[in-house]
């Protein structure tokens, strides 16, 4: 069985999780859960009391991804929260003889494994499952009208891909700043979804120093980072995200984006940007791996 599967070194990122809900479109959006089963009483933190009975024979009506969490919209006003976590995975397989549209996957659903923690079996045959190693994965049950006020998404800043996000709100959120701009990158309240890998990618193109307090950049170079997160974003989607561990696509493909990497995890090797003379350094912020080039980000 091809899988999609969802296990990186560090946190899944915007790319990687978006790249895993258009994976589980085809089997999930427009379907009826017929019954969802946990395997055990929560993840990171528990179920919500009656989740099973409250989903199953529900219509998935829409897959969104609110930074980096997927959402999922039921007939019944109500909305599933996934969180990956550092291990989680989402396998999808499909009974035998199902038809052609999703030929990706091989037919055959496979024998439980040890840390299936939650399997959502779909009307039409195919089965939906969590598996998450570590556990350091969630999933809740919410309202859907009260989605602004849950708490793990009412203090999440503009999505990086969406119309908020522009120029002039880069600027005035970066504006007095003291934190490095790798940190107010990172910081989900400014914008959502950025890891610390793009977060890297970005500030090399951007040819800024990790190290560079925020609030010091001036505003045209702050709102140059608009066009470039968008763009680094944007590859690494049509890559399939960034395969540092056991990460897969939709087809059970690895994802290509980490072979685009301009500097993370190149230390010591030559800067890859025209021109430039520099090696690639690593320190570490805030107990995290920064990459980048001192010659050329400043």
């Keep these: 069985m091809r899988r999609l599967e969802q296990g990186v070194k560090n946190l899944p990122e915007l790319p990687e999780v978006e790249t895993v809900r258009r994976g589980l479109i085809p089997v999930m959006e427009g379907q009826v859960i017929e019954e969802l089963r946990l395997n055990r009483d929560g993840l990171r933190w528990p179920f919500p ?29 109500t909305t599933v929260l996934i969180h990956l976590g550092m291990s989680g995975r989402m396998l999808i397989s499909l009974p ?37 190693p570590r ?19 009412r203090e999440i800043g503009p999505e990086p891909l969406g119309n908020r996000f522009d120029e002039s709100y880069m600027t005035a959120a970066l504006k007095g700043r003291k934190s490095p701009i790798k940190a107010a990158l990172l910081d989900q309240r400014i914008v959502a979804g950025l890891g610390n890998i793009y977060v890297c990618e970005i500030l090399h193109r951007a040819g800024i120093s990790p190290t ?13 980072l608009v066009p470039i997160i968008r763009a ?30 301009q500097v993370y995890d190149r230390e010591g090797q ?7 003379r520099g ?20």
């Design 212 to 224: 560079r307090q925020a609030g010091r950049i001036a505003p045209p170079r702050c709102a140059a």
């Design 49 to 77: 009391a009656n989740m099973a009975r409250d989903v199953s024979g529900a219509r998935v009506l829409r897959l969104r991804r609110r930074s980096k969490y997927i959402l999922m919209d039921l007939d019944r006003g």
């Design 96 to 132: 035998e003889g199902a038809r052609e549209t999703v030929a990706q996957f091989v037919h055959g659903h496979p024998a439980p494994q040890k840390h299936d923690h939650v399997v959502f079996e779909m009307a039409q045959g195919a089965r939906v499952t969590f598996n998450d």
């Design 279 to 298: 090696n690639i350094r690593r320190i570490v912020q805030s107990g995290r791996s920064s990459f980048y080039c001192p010659m050329c980000q400043r």
């Design 135 to 153: 556990r350091f994965g969630a999933m809740d049950l919410f309202v859907t009208a009260a989605e602004a006020d849950h708490w793990l998404i």
């Design 270 to 276: 030559p800067c890859l940007k025209e021109g430039c």
């Design 232 to 261: 680094v974003l944007s590859e690494a989607i049509a890559a399939g995200g960034s395969s540092l561990r056991d990460y897969r696509q939709a087809d059970g493909e690895l994802g290509y984006f980490q072979h685009g990497f």
